[in-house]
């Protein structure tokens, strides 16, 4: 049978126009991919890390004089000798963080990649080595998933054609407004995603106009966060975003290396911002600012293994979870298993004698409701012994009642020597519901329960 051209052109036109129209969104499914790996690292390295100044912003307003011996000294002195990027990859995975960022051009311009583009990139430095190839194939090799930071703004190409340097100050720092930026910033982008195999995510710090969708035409499973989504950086927002969304902190006081008057967050303070993120359906994006010599430097380290200790045990509340539409009560935080099976109460404490180890606490969960069949516990610890403790009920009990779901635990989980681990603890409740208007009182109000010692 024959079909009349007129008939196949009208099946194939709409298919035809389909294709051509350009992306102009990230893929719902990857969005949904992004949201499961929760936690990632942020890596801000640079040419001016030498000096420990903040990453590329201190050209803008500079005089003549600094800008020229900016672009023309700090390379000579970029030489990250100990520079082992399976050691970040490690200490990453490790930590429970599931992909990374880094910073393949900043807003000075400089790259971190072999490009033919500018002279002003890692191979013409004292290390002379594709430094983002390097941490590409090395997160890769740990099953992490890779991203780019890239700065549409470049202040080494407007120092180059005589822009002001600055950011968003002038018509011409806008690369919609100016021809040559975008050829340019496009040129860069094709290095990239077309050089460097499949990557994972583009974070785009600047106007994103021509280039997200330019981006998508080499490489559609693209997510891109910044210049797409919500990503506020040292704060979190006061309630829950339509997701998704990002959090970028920093561990110290600044994004790039920064040798003295950095003071830095907590252990506690890191896990506790992670599960704030979390409940309020964001993502964690935790940056490190690598030495001069190729290291991170060992604050930043000692955090990351305070955090994969925590994470240890508690990795499966960080992925794959979704916020409640009530995200806490009190001192407790709430997220949920993506399928609904299963709720995350996430205990947060004051320090190590605020619920001490071997201590048993009552809590009432207004907002929960269950059933005989219901089921707590609590994530790394299987409620039946506390070491050096004979004969002792360590045992999670759960009851449903007219106030609100009520669970008795012990917190045994020893992680310090003293016993003196701060940190949030984490409940697994199954077989539980939850309720919107709660029942009129507050999280962790005692209570005594049959059974419970």
Request: with cysteine.
């Amino acid at each position: 049978m024959r079909i009349a051209p007129s008939l196949l052109l009208a099946v194939l036109l709409p298919i035809a126009t389909a294709a051509q129209q350009p992306q102009t969104d990230n893929r719902p499914a990857r969005v949904d991919w992004f949201q499961d790996l929760a936690f990632g690292m942020f890596i801000h390295w640079n040419v001016d890390v030498s000096l420990g100044a903040v990453i590329s912003h201190s050209l803008s307003g500079s005089s003549p004089d600094y800008a020229e011996r900016y672009f023309r000294e700090l390379p000579k002195a970029f030489d990250p000798y100990r520079f082992d990027p399976s050691r970040w990859a490690r200490l990453a995975k490790l930590a429970g963080m599931r992909y990374v960022v880094l910073t393949a051009k900043h807003h000075a311009g400089f790259c971190m990649w072999d490009t033919r583009t500018t002279p002003f990139n890692v191979m013409n430095t004292p290390y002379g080595k594709d430094v983002l190839r390097m941490v590409l194939d090395a997160f890769r090799k740990e099953g992490i998933a890779t991203g780019l930071y890239f700065s549409p703004e470049d202040f080494d190409y407007f120092h180059r054609n005589n822009i002001p340097i600055g950011r968003l100050q002038h018509p011409m720092h806008y690369p919609a407004n100016n021809p040559g930026l975008m050829a340019y910033d496009k040129a860069q982008l094709k290095e990239l995603l077309t050089q460097y195999g499949k990557i994972d995510i583009l974070f785009i710090d600047g106007p994103g106009d021509g280039l997200r969708e330019y981006a998508w035409s080499l490489q559609p499973d693209l997510v891109i966060t910044r210049d797409l989504m919500k990503t506020p950086e040292q704060t979190t927002p006061d309630k829950p975003l339509p997701r998704p969304w990002e959090a970028c902190y920093t561990m110290g006081t600044d994004w790039g290396y920064k040798p003295t008057n950095d003071p830095h967050k907590t252990g506690t303070r890191i896990i506790d911002m992670l599960i704030e993120i979390r409940a309020k359906g964001g993502n964690f994006l935790l940056n490190v600012g690598p030495k001069p010599d190729g290291e991170i430097q060992i604050e930043q380290e000692a955090l990351l293994r305070e955090v994969a200790l925590w994470n240890f045990a508690n990795a499966e509340a960080v992925h794959r979870v979704k916020p409640l539409p009530v995200i806490r009560e009190g001192n407790v935080w709430y997220t949920q298993s993506n399928d609904g099976g299963t709720i995350y109460a996430y205990v947060t404490r004051t320090g190590p004698d605020d619920w001490r180890y071997g201590e048993r606490r009552q809590f009432v969960l207004t907002h929960l409701q269950g059933d005989s069949s219901t089921e707590v516990s609590i994530l790394g610890f299987d409620g039946k012994l506390v070491e050096y403790r004979k004969d002792f009920d360590a045992k999670a009990y759960v009851e449903s009642t007219r106030i609100g779901l009520v669970v008795s635990a012990v917190n045994g989980q020893r992680f310090y020597t003293d016993n003196r681990w701060p940190n949030a603890v984490v409940l697994r409740i199954r077989k539980a519901r939850f309720r919107e208007e709660g029942f009129g009182r507050g999280a962790g109000t005692r209570s005594r329960m049959d059974g419970a010692k």
